[in-house]
């Protein structure tokens, strides 16, 4: 890192992901053929595991039960290097679990997650926080606590910056209101239609919304749009940018990895294409396995794809 005591932070969940891959057509309401597998998920800390493995300094503030689930994902940020020593820690408590079916191709047909234990995170937690949110160079939140993501935004303005993954279509009607608090937001297409009211069905459309969020005050706008890759503004540049011949095994954790190149580019001040490509490469890195996250993930792999990928970039500005 350029200053090894800047650091980047990331709040939400800690998930247990059980994934199960059909073999073949997927067929609902009947008992499908395939793998099951387990994982460490959950949107946040899929994030900030991505990130220490190419270099981000990271801490990461979450929740977690007392079970032996939430102890081995302690261990498991240790060994992995990001600093979970500010989390929150619920005596009896069941730390998140997410059940998912995939079909043969690797997209997700339907999931299930509980993750009531997020009740328990307060303000009073969040306040007791407050240094480590001060110091940190970028923080980045989820939207499963709306209320919770209220006050981080109006107590903390201006103290870091703030970067958005809304997690799902659902949970991004509750913080659409405060999208102009952030400086970087990282939606899917759904998402996206969610938070600026209107359908994207086309580039027209994709790039309406993204001078409609620019225009609100975000400095970055990053709109994931599956195969198609991702649409990018920030003001000056506009554009989209795509990895070719892409092979698909999970797409679960996709945008996560994505955001934790971002992170990285942010935090090495590298240039938005060579930050999106980073970005992108660790998606498709991420895709390319049955598990939530690589388990090769780190900066040399992805540099490799980086230089190996055949990229389309269309450039909307001059
Ligand atoms: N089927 C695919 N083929 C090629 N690349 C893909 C595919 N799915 C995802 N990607 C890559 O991963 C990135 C993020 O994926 P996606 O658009 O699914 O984000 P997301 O919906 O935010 O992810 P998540 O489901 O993890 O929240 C895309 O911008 C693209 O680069
Ligand atoms: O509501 C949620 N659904 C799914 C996840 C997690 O998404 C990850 C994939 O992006 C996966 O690991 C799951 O745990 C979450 O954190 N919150």
Redesign the pocket.
């Known amino acids: 890192m350029n200053n090894t005591n800047s650091y980047a932070l990331v709040f939400?969940?800690s998930?247990?992901?059980i994934c199960g891959f059909t073999d073949n057509n997927y067929r609902c309401n009947d008992s499908n053929p395939g793998q099951v597998k387990t994982?460490?998920?959950?949107?946040?800390?899929?994030i900030a595991e991505c990130m220490s493995r190419v270099g981000v300094n990271t801490k990461f503030i979450s929740i977690l039960g007392d079970d032996e689930t939430g102890n081995r994902m302690i261990e498991h940020s240790k060994l992995m290097n990001y600093d979970m020593s500010d989390s929150l820690i619920i005596e009896g408590g069941h730390t998140?679990t997410?059940m998912?079916i995939l079909n043969h191709q690797g997209e997700m047909v339907s999931?299930v997650?509980d993750?009531k234990i997020i009740d328990k995170f307060t303000t009073e937690f969040i306040d007791s926080k407050a240094e480590t949110i001060r110091n940190s160079e970028y923080m980045i939140l989820?939207s499963?606590r709306p209320d919770i993501v209220e006050h981080i935004l109006k107590n903390f303005s201006g103290e870091t910056k703030f970067i958005l993954d809304p997690?799902?279509a659902a949970?991004a009607e509750g913080v659409k209101h405060l999208i102009k608090y952030f400086h970087t937001i990282k939606p899917n297409r759904y998402e996206a239609e969610i938070m600026c009211g209107f359908k994207i069905k086309n580039d027209e459309d994709v790039r309406k919304a993204g001078k409609y969020f620019v225009g609100l005050g975000i400095k970055n706008v990053f709109i994931t749009l599956d195969e198609d890759g991702i649409y990018y503004n920030n003001g000056v540049e506009e554009g989209k940018l795509k990895a070719n011949d892409v092979k698909v095994v999970n797409v679960?954790?996709?945008?996560?990895s994505f955001v934790a190149g971002i992170a990285h580019g942010y935090m090495e001040n590298i240039s938005l294409i060579e930050t999106l490509k980073f970005a992108i490469s660790m998606s498709t890195i991420t895709i390319s396995t049955e598990e939530?996250i690589h388990p090769d993930m780190c900066y040399d792999l992805v540099n490799k794809y980086v230089d190996n990928i055949q990229w389309t970039h269309v450039k909307y500005n001059k």
């Open positions: 939400g969940v998930v247990f992901d994982s460490f998920g959950g949107v946040c800390r899929n998140p997410y998912a999931a997650v993750m989820d499963d997690v799902s949970k679960t954790g996709a945008g996560d939530t």
